[in-house]
């Protein structure tokens, strides 16, 4: 994989980061406490460990910038299926349990069963674990609070995290995708939030932009809003993706860039000149320019409006 591409990143807006739902729902006070401080005292592992049965890729760490925050991932092969795949790294991220209060309390056996019955209690609100097993792609979102005192800076640390954005404060946001591709082919991909990860900008507001810029020379359709923001460099371009909100249909937003993108300079690839965009036949763009390909891809919302994923590669960037 070369790039994070259209499915992933969608994958990763719209569910493998399960760990959003999560993360707005802990309660919090208001509290300052250093999220840096609390991850080491509460034992939190940042990163995710290679899967133990990989067939291809050697798992290198990489790092992708997405809406101004940075997610660490790796990716790998395996001849495993998905549901196997999940199914480990459900297992290693349930051996992770936390304490609701000092292990000295549980010495007397009725304060044990009390304690243990509200940290069911507390699993239930707020479960630290999203999955969902779909037949082309499955996915698992973890937040991993550590394994250390929980109740003692349960306050200090959600209060941080509401006031800031800051996932630091809470733990580590962590995700497994798993792609099937055949039969005895699994790809999977995992992602970690870096430091001072903001939730506040990697999932925008209603209306407003997310954090990062816009493609270069791309031009933007009135109301639009960009959901999505990232550039990357593979081995032979530097790769940027954005995806937008649009407020009008697949059609009506095809015939605008028609325009808007001559008037930029694009060029159409030759690949796409015999696609008739007024009578609907195809839903992707392809044009080039001065050592730049782009390639718009739209499909509907479900909302009356379209989705709109943009992606250049820059050979002389």
Avoid at 87 to 97: M, P, W
Avoid at 151 to 161: D, M, P, W
Avoid at 231 to 255: F, H, N, P, T
Wanted: charged fraction near 25%.
């Amino acid at each position: 994989m070369k790039y994070i591409g259209r499915a992933i990143l969608i994958a990763v807006m719209a569910g493998a980061f399960g760990i959003t739902a999560i993360l707005f729902r802990l309660p919090g006070n208001g509290g300052e406490a250093r999220a840096d401080v609390w991850q080491v005292f509460s034992g939190v592992v940042r990163e995710i460990p290679k899967f133990i049965h990989a067939t291809e890729g050697d798992g290198d760490i990489q790092s992708v910038d997405i809406n101004g925050n940075r997610l660490y991932y790796r990716n790998i092969v395996t001849n495993r299926s998905a549901k196997e795949v999940l199914d480990y790294y459900e297992a290693e991220f349930r051996k992770r349990e936390y304490n609701i209060a000092p292990g000295k309390l549980r010495d007397d056996p009725k304060v044990a069963s009390i304690l243990k019955n509200t940290e069911d209690l507390v699993n239930a609100a707020a479960p630290r674990i999203t999955r969902v097993d779909g037949e082309g792609l499955s996915y698992l979102g973890y937040l991993d609070l550590g394994t250390g005192d929980f109740l003692t800076n349960y306050s200090l640390r959600g209060g941080g995290f509401a006031k800031t954005g800051n996932v630091d404060y809470m733990g580590v946001g962590k995700a497994i995708l798993a792609f099937d591709e055949g039969p005895g082919r699994t790809s999977v991909l995992s992602l970690w939030t870096g430091k001072d990860f903001d939730i506040y900008k990697f999932i925008p507001v209603e209306g407003a932009d997310a954090e990062g810029n816009d493609i270069p020379d791309l031009p933007r359709m009135p109301d639009s809003q960009r959901l999505l923001s990232t550039r990357e460099r593979d081995s032979s371009a530097l790769v940027g993706v954005g995806i937008y909100k649009l407020d009008k249909s697949v059609q009506s937003c095809m015939v605008y860039y028609l325009d808007a993108l001559r008037e930029k300079g694009w060029v159409k690839n030759p690949i796409y000149e015999s696609a008739d965009v007024a009578a609907g036949e195809n839903d992707t763009m392809l044009y080039a320019k001065n050592g730049r390909e782009l390639q718009l891809s739209f499909e509907e919302n479900g909302e009356g409006g379209t989705m709109m994923t943009a992606i250049e590669r820059n050979f002389g960037g």
